[in-house]
């Protein structure tokens, strides 16, 4: 049997343990070991993770794709009372950064908190994912900011020239080869792609200014500052386009400019978690954090949408 289809099969027997082991499971909260996955039914915090660089599609389980379902699934799910996003992404693309977003932003509409724990790096579409949660942790060093958008290509006409090789082109219209290895831009190009990143920077900066301006879910008086919640709302629309001009920025100095709300890592986010969440005791067990089988059986449970796209895409991916 192909591999491809041993992966599948394999797949769907964890799909299937996991729906025998909710029917199992009691519908109270269980006594367990905060930080060890739970699975089954019963209130619970959930972590992501969002690793990697951000494009749509992405069938990994930490991919942009998988945690857009997994975000979205969790502000429809009641046993979910909030979600710790880990973000250690250097950008992507900006539609599936503004898919995760949007995903993000569902959760706030739900009541749902969501922290952001930043960690290596979280920058320019990774920072545009994070901008959307109620409360933004990261370490001194976490490397973020870099907002910005950017085209960029080769030239090879001369290169070409020396080689004795001449470009042939039939297109429709003037722009259809535009970013051609073959020539350098014409003005018109070159004015059409700066009004096209010009136009994703806007979308950019105003998603930023309406996360960082909303009002936290949750008790965020317990996490947040005073002179933080100010800093917050600080962030007009002409103070986050000073501030993208591609530049990096660490965690201290983006928590500086109110990019970043709480330094911190991944224990203390969890913990400003449970803080909105009013969970002071520890009581909700965390669903999600472990790596292995109940991390995939947990994926397969709270997600379930996408253990069939997987599915899908091995079938169609033999190896």
Same mark, same amino acid.
């Given at each position: 049997m192909?591999?491809?289809?041993?992966l599948?099969?394999?797949?769907?027997?964890?799909a299937? $343990?996991?729906?025998?082991?909710? %029917?199992?499971?009691? =519908?109270t909260?269980? @006594?367990?070991?905060?930080?060890?996955?739970?699975l089954?039914?019963g209130?619970?915090? $959930?972590?992501?993770?969002?690793? !990697?660089?951000?494009?749509?599609?992405d069938?990994?389980?930490?991919?942009?794709?998988?945690v857009r379902?997994?975000?979205?699934?969790?502000?429809?799910n009641p046993?979910?009372?909030g979600?710790?996003?880990?973000?250690?992404?250097?950008?992507g693309?900006?539609?599936?950064?503004?898919?995760?977003?949007?995903?993000?932003?569902s959760l706030?509409?739900?009541?749902?908190p969501?922290?952001?724990?930043m !960690?290596d790096?979280?920058?320019?579409?990774?920072y545009?994912?994070?901008?959307?949660?109620?409360?933004?942790?990261?370490?001194?060093?976490?490397?973020?900011?870099?907002?910005?958008v950017?085209?960029?290509?080769?030239?090879?006409e @001369?290169?070409?020239?020396?080689? #004795?090789i001449?470009?042939?082109?039939?297109? =429709?219209?003037p722009f259809k080869?535009? %970013?051609?290895?073959?020539?350098?831009?014409?003005?018109?190009e070159?004015?059409?792609l700066? !009004?096209?990143?010009?136009?994703s920077?806007?979308?950019?900066?105003?998603?930023?200014?309406?996360?960082? *301006?909303q *009002?936290?879910?949750?008790d965020?008086?317990?996490v947040?500052?005073?002179?933080?919640?100010?800093?917050?709302?600080?962030?007009?629309?002409e103070?986050?386009k000073? $501030?993208?001009?591609?530049?990096?920025?660490? #965690?201290? *100095?983006?928590?500086?400019?109110? %990019?970043?709300?709480v330094? #911190?890592?991944?224990?203390?986010?969890?913990?400003?978690l449970?803080l909105?969440?009013?969970? @002071?005791?520890?009581?909700?067990?965390?669903? !999600?954090d472990?790596?292995?089988?109940n991390?995939?059986?947990?994926?397969l449970q709270?997600?379930?949408?996408e253990?069939?796209? &997987?599915?899908? &895409? %091995?079938?169609s991916?033999?190896?």
């Amino acid at each position: 049997m192909p591999t491809h289809r041993i992966l599948a099969l394999l797949l769907v027997g964890f799909a299937i $343990l996991s729906t025998v082991v909710s %029917l199992l499971q009691p =519908t109270t909260t269980p @006594e367990v070991t905060p930080g060890i996955p739970v699975l089954g039914r019963g209130p619970r915090l $959930l972590v992501v993770s969002l690793e !990697g660089a951000i494009r749509s599609g992405d069938p990994a389980l930490s991919g942009a794709g998988v945690v857009r379902r997994r975000l979205s699934a969790a502000a429809k799910n009641p046993d979910v009372k909030g979600v710790l996003l880990t973000i250690n992404s250097p950008g992507g693309t900006v539609a599936a950064s503004q898919e995760v977003y949007r995903a993000i932003q569902s959760l706030h509409r739900a009541g749902k908190p969501v922290v952001v724990s930043m !960690g290596d790096v979280a920058a320019s579409g990774g920072y545009y994912a994070a901008s959307g949660a109620d409360v933004i942790y990261a370490n001194p060093g976490t490397l973020t900011g870099s907002i910005g958008v950017i085209i960029s290509g080769f030239n090879g006409e @001369e290169l070409l020239k020396n080689l #004795g090789i001449q470009s042939q082109t039939i297109k =429709t219209g003037p722009f259809k080869d535009i %970013l051609s290895f073959t020539r350098p831009l014409t003005p018109a190009e070159r004015e059409l792609l700066q !009004g096209l990143v010009d136009d994703s920077l806007d979308q950019f900066i105003r998603d930023i200014v309406q996360g960082r *301006q909303q *009002q936290p879910v949750g008790d965020f008086r317990a996490v947040l500052s005073e002179t933080t919640l100010q800093q917050r709302q600080a962030l007009s629309y002409e103070r986050v386009k000073a $501030l993208a001009d591609g530049r990096i920025l660490t #965690g201290r *100095q983006a928590q500086g400019v109110g %990019l970043v709300d709480v330094l #911190g890592g991944y224990e203390a986010a969890l913990q400003g978690l449970r803080l909105l969440v009013g969970d @002071e005791e520890e009581k909700l067990p965390v669903s !999600g954090d472990q790596p292995g089988l109940n991390r995939l059986l947990d994926w397969l449970q709270v997600g379930g949408a996408e253990s069939a796209a &997987w599915v899908r &895409w %091995l079938f169609s991916n033999p190896t």
